[in-house]
Nanobody, 120 residues
Framework: QVQLAESGGGLVQAGGSLRLSCAAS????????MGWYRQAPGKQRELVAV???????NYSDAVKGRFTISRDNAKNTVYLQMNGLKPEDTADYYC??????????????WGQGTLVTVSS
C-alpha cells in the first residue's frame, strides 16, 4: 500500500558529509511525522531525527548540530543532511513515516534501510 524508498548511503571518511533521501509512495492522503532512525551492529535502533508536516524537528543529542532533517511535503520526501560524520555514526539508517492512507487508515511504515559507513 505504502512504500518508503531510501537512497544516499555509502562510505565516507570522518569529517565528511552525506545526504540521505526517503520518498514515500502509494495510497497516501497525508503524512504527519517523518523521521530517520539508525541501528549500529549489536545495538538497538535509535532515533536520529524527526520532522512534522509543519516543519517541527527533533534531534538526538548525538547528532544535534551536525545533522539537519528536512522534507518536501509535495513530494512526500524527507532528507537527512549529515555533516561532520564520525565513525560512531556508522549504522543502517531507516526512514519512518506516520501515514494516513486514502481510505483513512493510519500506518507506520519503515524503509528497508541504507548503510552509512564512516571510516576513521
Amino acid at each position: 500500500q505504502v512504500q518508503l524508498a531510501e537512497s544516499g548511503g555509502g562510505l565516507v571518511q570522518a569529517g565528511g558529509s552525506l545526504r540521505l533521501s526517503c520518498a514515500a509512495s502509494g495510497s497516501i492522503k497525508s503524512i504527519n511525522v517523518m523521521g530517520w532512525y539508525r541501528q549500529a551492529p549489536g545495538k538497538q535502533r535509535e532515533l536520529v531525527a524527526v520532522i512534522t508536516s509543519g516543519g517541527r524537528t527533533n534531534y538526538s543529542d548525538a547528532v544535534k548540530g551536525r545533522f539537519t532533517i528536512s522534507r518536501d511535503n509535495a513530494k512526500n520526501t524527507v532528507y537527512l543532511q549529515m555533516n561532520g560524520l564520525k565513525p560512531e555514526d556508522t549504522a543502517d539508517y531507516y526512514c519512518n513515516a506516520d501515514v494516513i492512507t486514502m481510505v483513512y487508515r493510519r500506518l507506520e511504515v519503515w524503509g528497508q534501510g541504507t548503510l552509512v559507513t564512516v571510516s576513521s
